[in-house]
């Protein structure tokens, strides 16, 4: 089975530079949820906590990265919901929240944000892993690889999945 990506997303494409950037104007509107889109911003909100107490020196938070790309002339920006840095090893770890399990992580991890960071941080001096930490895990859910769940949220290869229940 081949998996397409979400409707909506558009890949990082091959990005030619990548850097920390501020909160762009159109993400300064505070917008209110509702729903299941609430339940996922309190959930994130308290998986930044935790996080936070854990890696209280590693732990980064919501970064604003701006790219550019080879097949888009305008900058773009993107925003993964937690690293965790540990400079010594030379790893950072790019944490996707999800209140439940789903495969539009992947794409966002895999296809977005792991080839932004990657400008920013070569191979050979960086090794980038990716983790979706949820609350809720199917494993019936369809997905593009074969999970691999990790007791730690710093994972364990390349793609895994940590579950955490506050």
């Known amino acids: 089975m081949?998996?397409?990506?979400?409707?909506?997303?558009?890949?990082?494409?091959?990005?030619?530079?990548?850097?920390?950037?501020?909160?762009p104007?159109?993400?300064a509107s505070p917008r209110r949820r509702t729903g299941r889109r609430a339940?996922?911003?309190?959930?994130?909100?308290?998986?930044?906590?935790h996080f936070l107490e854990l890696y209280p020196d590693r732990y980064l938070p919501s970064p604003w990265v701006r790219f550019t790309?080879?097949?888009?002339?305008?900058?773009?920006w993107c925003q993964p919901d937690g690293l965790i840095i540990d400079l010594a090893a030379g790893e950072i770890v790019i944490v996707e929240m999800k209140y439940q399990h789903t495969a539009d992580a992947w794409w966002?991890?895999?296809?977005?944000?792991?080839?932004v960071l990657r400008a920013m941080f070569p191979a050979g001096l960086w090794?980038?892993?990716c983790v979706e930490v949820v609350k809720w895990f199917d494993p019936a859910t369809a997905f593009p690889v074969s999970?691999?769940?990790?007791?730690?949220?710093?994972?364990?290869?390349?793609?895994?999945?940590?579950?955490?229940?506050?």
């Open 2 to 23: 081949k998996f397409q990506p979400p409707s909506t997303f558009k890949p990082a494409g091959t990005v030619i530079s990548a850097k920390w950037c501020s909160a």
């Open 25 to 27: 104007a159109f993400a």
């Open 39 to 49: 339940q996922g911003v309190r959930y994130e909100r308290r998986v930044h906590e």
């Open 69 to 76: 790309n080879v097949e888009d002339a305008n900058a773009r």
């Open 108 to 115: 966002q991890l895999e296809k977005l944000y792991k080839p």
């Open 127 to 129: 090794t980038l892993r």
């Open 147 to 166: 999970v691999r769940m990790s007791e730690k949220p710093t994972g364990n290869g390349d793609f895994s999945v940590h579950i955490w229940k506050p």
